[in-house]
């Protein structure tokens, strides 16, 4: 049974940082991409960052470009997301995925795989 577990989320003031991790199981991030996405209220989810897992390559969408950082350990079997100099805007439930809407990737056999989310909320 494949699961993502994340962890990491909380309360920060603007301008401050979080680090989230998406711990796996079931597979190997060896072999498939990790996706980060966030949901805002009344919003639609958004896909925002992606790491690769063949040879580590990231993408990030501009509104977190230079702010955010994706990363994995392979020995962990774990992904991150570094979020440095959080605004408002960034207040969300943010999910990883086994889905990444930016690069090609392997399915799992009983399809992507989701975290279950962790709310990070930015206060001003």
């Known amino acids: 049974q494949v699961q993502l577990v994340e962890s990491g989320g909380g309360l920060v003031q603007s301008g401050g940082s979080l680090r989230l991790s998406c711990t796996a199981s079931g597979i190997s991030l060896d072999y498939y991409n990790i996706g980060w996405f966030r949901q805002a209220p009344g919003k639609e989810r958004e896909g925002i960052s992606c790491?690769?897992?063949?040879?580590?390559?990231?993408y990030y969408i501009d509104s977190v470009k230079g702010r955010f950082t994706v990363s994995r350990d392979k020995d962990r079997n774990t992904a991150y997301l570094q979020m440095n100099s959080l605004k408002p805007e960034d207040t969300a439930a943010y999910y990883c995925?086994?889905?990444?809407?930016?690069?090609?990737?392997?399915?799992?056999?009983?399809?992507?795989?989701w975290g279950q989310g962790t709310q990070v909320t930015v206060s001003s």
């Open positions: 995925a086994t889905k990444c809407p930016f690069m090609v990737g392997l399915v799992p056999v009983a399809g992507h795989a």
């Open positions: 790491i690769n897992a063949y040879d580590g390559s990231t």
